[in-house]
Structure formats: C-alpha cells, structure tokens
C-alpha cells in the first residue's frame, strides 16, 4: 500500500461504512473501492477464512492509484482481540495480528474510525457475538487499542459518517500520498 492514497473505513455493524465507502465511490468514482468481503463466504467461515480474505483485499489495492477499504484487517484483528476477552482471557493486537497473518500487514495511512453511539448501543447484527452488548463494548476498545498500539497520528475518529464529519479524513487520504506505518 506503499505511496498510494489509502483509506481504511472502520466501525462497529450498523455505524455506517458501507453507506460511507458508497458516497466516497460516488463521489470519486476514479477511488478503487474493496469491499468487505471479496472472497466468497464458505458456510463454516472462521478466523483463518477472515485472514485470507484480507489478505486477498490488501493484494486487490496493489497497483491502485487510490483504494477505500471498507473495514480491513484490523476488523479481523479486533475481533478475535474482543472474543477471547469475551471469555475472560487475555489478548493483545501485536501478537493476533502475528497469529493470523504469515507476514507483516501494514497500518492504512488514514484510517476512519465511525464511532456511533447508535452501533454500540443497538445490535445491528446478529452473526456471531455482536448481539451482545458487552462484546460490541469490548469491539470497541480493542479498535482503540489498536489505533492507539499502530496508528498514531493516521486515525480519525468521529461519531457519524456524515460528510462534515469525514470530510478532513478524506481530504488527509486523499489529497496526498502518505507513506504507512508498519507493524
């Protein structure tokens, strides 16, 4: 993802990324979109399915002038982080992010992080444990804590995906080429 212009769209169901990503396409159409699932989803999807479909995101972006992720691995990686803290153990992104991926994956120059009190508050989704309340709570302090542990200076946080509020992320992602911190 190196000198390209690179956009990680992050949040928890229900915040809003997939209507963001669609503006931002619509209204830069030249913008490489890469949805959040690109693999097709195989009945007993796991961590190691999550994985290898971000890794076939992050080879979909090469070669890309400009690319928007609608969420990236860190979805993957906060994930298992909020899981395994669900069952009372301890986690740490560093090292999921070691046990998932074969190789070093590398921190989006600009991630956009929708906190929606909406999405924390009300489940929007009903697939794994994200109707649990308690585990959304523990989704969103492991993003937290990874913006915090990669993404220093790169992450924008705002409470909606209106366009006033993203408007200084897409102007960060877009209108120069940034060089990504690595893990």
Known sequence: MSRQAVLAVEGLPGA???ALVGLIHFLRPGITVIPELLLPVPPDADRSFFARNDLAKLRAATGTEAAVF??????????????????????DPRRVAGNLYPHTVEFPPVCLFIDSPRALALAFASDGLFADLRFRALLRAAYLEIFDEYGAGSVHIVASGSLHEVAPALRHAFSKRTNPSRR
């Open 16 to 18: 809003g990324k997939t």
């Open 70 to 91: 609608d969420r990236s691995w860190m979805s993957t990686v906060t994930y298992v982080i909020a899981e395994t803290r669900w069952r009372g153990e301890e986690s």
